[in-house]
């Protein structure tokens, strides 16, 4: 199928912001706008944003990246995922203005740019899907207890920490030091203060469209958000709506840094994004 590339330059607040459009010759009537995660711009890393977004529209659907204020080629000061909503209702404006037949549309979003998509995606009627790819719900106490568990406990697995040990080539009472911080942090009472993970609950909760969620299965990111129905029930029943659906790619790092990884998760979204 042929497809296209076109520049894009709009306003946001007094500054030029930069994207791409991906438009499909028989472009659907549903788009998919991606969020890069900080520090990140509309490229991503191993170029993914690049590849995703054409794969997309090699199957119908336009797609739109981007970079908010401060990132790449767009002007302002860099900001974090906390104040990119002006850039994200800037990005959608921009989006509907240039492809006016599209009628709904998709956040897809990587890292905190995901939890930034969540958090903007109730206040549009016209996004009507996220995919959130190793959402951000960092918090002091969660990172104690994923890297207590699925670092640690590993590490006592693997025969070259005992050999290390044994030949005295390992910084024993670092490490003690190191394991008795992170298990005060992991019994740490929470902060009274809505936390990262409530918040996103929160802006999941108000969302009334479809959620697709990719995590990758050798990331403690990841790992910690696979973490909260385990620990609260509010998110095992969230995650449990029929509208919510949540995959693992096993052993595949962050950023999804290798080609199979990429490939699935491609795979993944364009089935997904046409089942509804």
């Keep these: 199928m042929m497809t296209h590339q076109r520049v894009l330059r ?22 998919v706008l991606i969020v890069t995660g900080g520090p990140q711009y509309r490229v991503g890393s191993h170029r993914q944003f690049v590849l995703l977004a054409r ?20 002007e302002g000061d860099m900001r974090d995922f906390e104040s990119i909503e002006d850039d994200l209702e800037a990005a959608i404006g921009e989006f509907f203005t240039t492809m006016p037949g599209m009628k709904e549309l998709v956040l ?3 890292c ?7 958090f903007h995606a109730a206040s549009d009627p016209r996004i009507t899907g ?11 106490q969660g990172q104690a207890r994923t890297t207590l568990r699925h670092y640690y406990l590993q590490r006592l697995r693997e025969a070259e920490f005992w050999r290390k040990l044994a030949r005295g080539r390992f910084g024993l009472r670092g490490a003690v ?14 902060p009274q203060a809505a936390s990262l993970p409530d918040r996103l609950h929160l802006a999941l909760q108000r ?10 299965g050798a990331d403690l990111g990841a790992r ?44 993944i979204c364009t089935k997904w994004i046409g089942t509804w």
């Design 177 to 190: 030091n190191s394991l008795r911080q992170l298990s005060a942090a992991a019994r740490a009472p929470s």
């Design 55 to 74: 794969h997309l529209a090699e199957h119908h659907i336009p797609v739109m990246r981007f970079d908010y204020r401060g990132m790449g080629d767009s």
């Design 224 to 267: 910690e958000f696979m973490a909260l129905p385990r620990q609260h029930k509010h998110w095992r029943t969230l995650l449990a709506l029929p509208r919510m659906r949540q995959t693992v790619i096993a052993n595949a790092n962050h950023t999804f840094a290798r080609q199979i990884w990429r490939d699935e998760v491609a795979d």
């Design 10 to 31: 709009f306003r946001c607040q007094g500054c030029w912001l930069i994207g791409i459009l991906h438009v499909p010759d028989e472009p659907s009537t549903r788009g």
């Design 112 to 118: 905190d740019g995901a939890t930034a998509a969540a």
């Design 130 to 140: 996220l995919v959130l790819a190793n959402p951000w719900v960092r918090t002091e």
């Design 207 to 216: 969302f009334r469209g479809q959620v697709l969620i990719i995590l990758s």
């Design 108 to 110: 897809w979003g990587l």
